[in-house]
C-alpha cells in the first residue's frame, strides 16, 4: 500500500512531473547518442575484435583482414555505428518510461529522507551518472566475445547503496531495479552489441539480473551499517551474488569453458571492491554537498570521545550517565520496531547537552549541593530549566552537529510543561497560565525523537521512583506512555499503537535487568577478618565488586 500522502508532502505532482521531465530528456541524451558512419578498416590491418555472423566467425581478433573478410563484415552491418530513427525512438521510450516510474514512486511513497529540492536533484544525478557510465564503459566491453566478463566490473550497485546509505532503502531498491535494466539496455543498445545476443541471447537476461540482485545484495547489507567494516561486507555481499549469477548463466551456456570460471571470479570481486569504496567515499561527498546526515557522521559523533561529550562528562556527569541510559533504553527500542538505532543513540548522547552551561540546576547533578531552585520562583526555575534547548541548539550549532541530530534537543520535550515547576506555581496560585511553562517545541517530528521523549522520561521516572519491583516499573512506563498520547505529543509523527505497545514491553525488559534485586550478603567469616587484618586491609563489607553488591540503603 502507498504511504498516505499529506498537506506538507514534499515531492508534490508538479515536483514529480519536472523531475520526470528533466531525468527522462537527460537519460534521452545518454541513451541515443548519433554516431555518424561506420568504422573504418582496411585490408591488411588487424582485426580489433572478434567477428561472427550468425554463430560463424568471421575473423578472430587481431588477426590480418582481407577484403572479402570486410565485405562480409560490412554486409551484416558490424562496421555500421549510425543509430537508425527507430533505435533514437527505442532510447526515448526506455528513457521516458524509467523517469516516470521513478518520479511515480517518489510521489506515491513520499520517501520522508527526500525532504528537499537538493536530494530530489541528487537522486536524478546519480540516476544518470551511473547510465552515462554505462553507456560509456559497456560500449567498450561489449560485445563480450572473448568471454571476459569484463562489462560485470561496472559497479552498477554502488548506486542503490549510496540511495539506501544517505536517503532511504525502498527508494534504493527502485533505483537499483531502474538502473540494472538501464544499465544493460545502454549496454546492447549499439548495433554490434546486439549482434551478438544472437550467438547467446542469454547475455540479455544475465547482465540485468547480474546488476539486480547485486545491487539489491548490497542495500540490504548497508542500510543500517553501524561501522566501516560493514561496507566491507556490503562489498563482500555484492561480488558474491554477481559470481553466484554469472555461474548459474555459465551453466545454462552451451560454450562454457572452465578459464570463464577464472574471468568470472576477477570481476566478481572487482565490482564488489568498486562497490563498497565508491560508496564510502561518495557517502562523504555527497552528504556535504546535499546536506546529507551519512551514516559515518552518525558513528563518529557515537563515539563518547566527542568534545561535547567530555565536556558534559566533565561539568555535568549526572546528565551524561543519564543520557546514555536513556540511549541503552532507546536504541534497542528503536531497533525492535525497525527505526534508525544508530541515530537515536547518538541522538540521546546529545538531547541534554545544553545542561552543561548550569548544571547545578538539574537534580541528577545535585550532588551534596543545595538546591538553587529552594531560593527561585516556580516560573523562574522553569525558564531556567527549559533554557537548556536554547543552548544545546547553540552549542551544537557551533560544532556543526547535524540537523537530525540537533533535532533531538527540543523534539525530546515537545511542547510538555515544565510538569514540576507549573504544579508547584499552581499550588499557590490555581489561576496559573501553564503556557508560560511549556516547552518551546516543536513535538517529535520522527519516530526517533518520540522514542528519545519517551525514554528520557521513564528513565528519569523510574530512577526517582523509591519501589522499582517489576510490577511498579511495568505501571510507570505504561503511565508515562499513556500521558504523552494524551497530551498529543505524537500527533506529527509515524509512530503507530503497535509501535507503543514493543518500545514499551521494551523498556520494562531493560529497566527491569537494570534494577533487579540482589541479594543481602552474611557477614565476613572470622577467617576473612582475620586474613584481612593480617595484611593492614580493613574488610569492605558489602563486597567491592560492584556487581555483587546489594544496593545502597
Request: charged content about 20%.
Amino acid at each position: 500500500m502507498p504511504a498516505r500522502r499529506r498537506a506538507n508532502d514534499v515531492i508534490s505532482p508538479l515536483r514529480a512531473f519536472l523531475f520526470a521531465a528533466a531525468l527522462s530528456t537527460a537519460l534521452v541524451l545518454v541513451l541515443a547518442p548519433v554516431f555518424p558512419g561506420e568504422t573504418h578498416v582496411s585490408a591488411g590491418q588487424p582485426a580489433f575484435k572478434t567477428f561472427r555472423i550468425n554463430g560463424e566467425v568471421v575473423a578472430s581478433k587481431g588477426a590480418a583482414l582481407d577484403q572479402d573478410m570486410i565485405d562480409r563484415i560490412r554486409g551484416a552491418g558490424l562496421l555500421n555505428n549510425t543509430v537508425e530513427a527507430d533505435d533514437a525512438a527505442a532510447a526515448v521510450i526506455v528513457g521516458i518510461i524509467g523517469a516516470s516510474l521513478l518520479a511515480l514512486y517518489l510521489y506515491l511513497f513520499q520517501p520522508r529522507e527526500v525532504n528537499t529540492l537538493a536530494r530530489l536533484v541528487m537522486v536524478g544525478l546519480l540516476v544518470f551518472l551511473w547510465v552515462a557510465a554505462a553507456k560509456v564503459f559497456l560500449s567498450v566491453t561489449l560485445p563480450d566475445n572473448d568471454r571476459l566478463y569484463l562489462g560485470y566490473i561496472l559497479p552498477v550497485g554502488s548506486a542503490g547503496m549510496l540511495i539506501a546509505t544517505l536517503l532511504d532503502g525502498g527508494l534504493a531498491v527502485a533505483v537499483a531495479a531502474l538502473l540494472a535494466i538501464l544499465a544493460a539496455f545502454a549496454g546492447f543498445y549499439m548495433p554490434d552489441a546486439r549482434n551478438s545476443i544472437s550467438d547467446d541471447p542469454l547475455q540479455a537476461l544475465q547482465m540485468p539480473v547480474a546488476f539486480l540482485l547485486g545491487g539489491f545484495a548490497g542495500i540490504f547489507a548497508v542500510r543500517r551499517a553501524e561501522r566501516v567494516n560493514h561496507y566491507a561486507m556490503a562489498g563482500v555481499a555484492v561480488g558474491a551474488l554477481t559470481f553466484a549469477i554469472l555461474f548459474a548463466f555459465w551453466l545454462l551456456s552451451p560454450e562454457r569453458e572452465g578459464v570463464d570460471l577464472f574471468w568470472m571470479l576477477i570481476v566478481s570481486g572487482l565490482t564488489g571492491f568498486g562497490s563498497a569504496v565508491i560508496t564510502v567515499g561518495a557517502t562523504v561527498v555527497l552528504g556535504v554537498m546535499f546536506g546529507v546526515t551519512t551514516r559515518i557522521q552518525l558513528m563518529e559523533l557515537g563515539q563518547l570521545s566527542h568534545p561535547l561529550l567530555r565536556d558534559l562528562q566533565e561539568k555535568a556527569p549526572g546528565t551524561f550517565h543519564h543520557s546514555v541510559i536513556v540511549g541503552n533504553l532507546a536504541e534497542r527500542a528503536a531497533d525492535l520496531i525497525g527505526a534508525d538505532s544508530l541515530l537515536v543513540r547518538v541522538g540521546c548522547y546529545f538531547h541534554d547537552i545544553g545542561k552543561i552551561a548550569k548544571p547545578e540546576y538539574y537534580i541528577e547533578n545535585q550532588i551534596d549541593t543545595a538546591n538553587p531552585h529552594d531560593k527561585l520562583q516556580p516560573n523562574v526555575s522553569a525558564r531556567l530549566v527549559s533554557e537548556h534547548v536554547r543552548i544545546g541548539l547553540k552549542l551544537t550549532g557551533r560544532y556543526r552537529l547535524p540537523a537530525r541530530v540537533r533535532a533531538f534537543i527540543p523534539e525530546h520535550h515537545g511542547t510538555r510543561l515544565v510538569t514540576y515547576f507549573y504544579r508547584k506555581a499552581s499550588a499557590h496560585d490555581p489561576s496559573t497560565d501553564p503556557e508560560k511553562f511549556r516547552y518551546p517545541g516543536p513535538r517529535p517530528q520522527s519516530r526517533e525523537t518520540a522514542i528519545v521523549m519517551l525514554a528520557d522520561s521513564v528513565e528519569a521516572v523510574v530512577r526517582s521512583s523509591r519501589d522499582r519491583s517489576h510490577e511498579r516499573i511495568g505501571e510507570l512506563v505504561d503511565g508515562v506512555i499513556a500521558e504523552r498520547l494524551a497530551e498529543g505529543q505524537f500527533d506529527e509523527c509515524d509512530l503507530t499503537m503497535r509501535d507503543l505497545r514493543v518500545i514499551a514491553d521494551s523498556f520494562k525488559a531493560t529497566l527491569r535487568g537494570i534494577y533487579h534485586p540482589r541479594i543481602e550478603y552474611p557477614s565476613p567469616t572470622k577467617a576473612e577478618l582475620q586474613k584481612a587484618g593480617s595484611a593492614g586491609v580493613a574488610y569492605l563489607k558489602p563486597p567491592a565488586d560492584p556487581m555483587e553488591a546489594p544496593p545502597a540503603v
